[in-house]
C-alpha cells in the first residue's frame, strides 16, 4: 500500500510560471516530510523539508504548504526556470520508523 | 568530504551472475539504505540497516542480501542475477529516521 500518494505524474510549465506537486498521506504519525529533487543521471538531494509545527516553509522560489488535517502537502515552485526541470519526490516518516515513504515521483518540464 | 560513494557507476552481467554493490559514506550515520529506481515507479526501499551489523528488509528485498559490517559501508548483493533487477540502484544514509537522508550518485546494472 503506497504509504504517500503524488501527483500528478508529469507536468509542463511555461518559464515564469507556477509549479505545483501535491502530495498526501495516510498516517498521523509522521512528523518529517522532506521534498527531494533529482537530475538526469544524479542522485536525489534534499530540496526542503517541514515538519507539522508549521504550515508553511519557504526558500528562495521554492514553498512547502502543509495541511495537516487534511493530511496533504504540496511544493510550489514560483516563477519556474528551465533549470529547475527535473524529477521531484515527496517523502514522509517518522520517529523511530526506521525508514522513509517516497511518492512516485513528478517529473517537471519548464518550457522556456 | 564525499558524503555517500557508490561502486560501481556502472554493470552489465549476464543472467544468473552474481556481483556486489559497495555503499560507503563519511558522515558518521547510523541509518543505511539501498533503493532501486525504475521508470514510474519512484524510489523503492530494498533493504536498509539502523546501525553496524544490523539489517532488516523493505518493501522489495526478494533476491538480494546486504550487509553492514562497518558503520560506514553497506554492501548489496545479487546472488543469482535476473532481468528483472535491471535498474539503477542508489544507496543513501542519514543520521536519524526523520532527518534528511544524503544519496549517492548511483548505480546503474543491466541484466542481460
Known amino acids: 500500500q503506497q504509504q504517500v500518494k503524488q501527483s500528478p505524474q508529469s507536468l509542463i510549465v511555461q518559464k515564469g510560471g507556477i509549479s505545483i506537486i501535491n502530495c498526501a498521506y495516510e498516517?498521523?504519525?509522521?512528523?518529517?516530510f522532506p521534498w527531494y529533487q533529482q537530475f538526469p543521471g544524479k542522485g536525489p538531494a534534499l530540496l526542503i523539508a517541514?515538519?507539522?509545527?508549521?504550515s508553511e516553509k519557504k526558500e528562495g522560489r521554492f514553498t512547502i504548504s502543509f495541511n495537516k488535517s487534511a493530511k496533504q502537502f504540496s511544493l510550489h515552485i514560483m516563477d519556474s526556470q528551465p533549470g529547475d526541470s527535473a524529477t521531484y519526490f515527496c517523502?514522509?516518516?517518522?520517529?523511530?520508523?526506521?525508514?522513509?515513504?517516497f511518492g512516485t515521483g513528478t517529473s517537471l518540464t519548464v518550457i522556456p | 568530504n564525499a558524503g555517500v560513494t557508490q561502486t560501481p557507476k556502472f554493470r552489465v552481467l549476464k543472467t544468473g551472475q552474481s556481483m556486489t554493490l559497495l555503499c560507503a559514506q563519511d558522515?558518521?550515520?547510523?541509518?543505511m539504505y539501498w533503493y532501486r529506481q525504475d521508470p514510474g515507479m519512484g524510489l523503492r526501499l530494498i533493504h536498509y540497516?539502523?546501525?553496524?551489523?544490523?539489517?532488516a528488509k523493505g518493501e522489495v528485498p526478494d533476491g538480494y542480501n546486504v550487509s553492514r559490517l562497518k558503520k560506514q559501508n553497506f554492501l548489496l548483493g545479487l546472488e543469482s542475477a535476473a532481468p528483472s533487477q535491471t535498474s539503477v540502484y542508489f544507496c543513501?544514509?542519514?543520521?536519524?529516521?526523520?532527518?534528511?537522508?544524503?544519496f549517492g550518485p548511483g548505480t546503474r546494472l543491466t541484466v542481460l
Open positions: 558522515m558518521n550515520h547510523e541509518y
Open positions: 543513501a544514509s542519514s543520521y536519524s529516521s526523520d532527518n534528511e537522508q544524503f
Open positions: 517541514i515538519r507539522p509545527d508549521v
Open positions: 498516517n498521523t504519525a509522521f512528523d518529517y
Open positions: 517523502a514522509a516518516s517518522y520517529p523511530f520508523g526506521n525508514q522513509f515513504y
Open positions: 540497516s539502523v546501525g553496524e551489523g544490523t539489517t
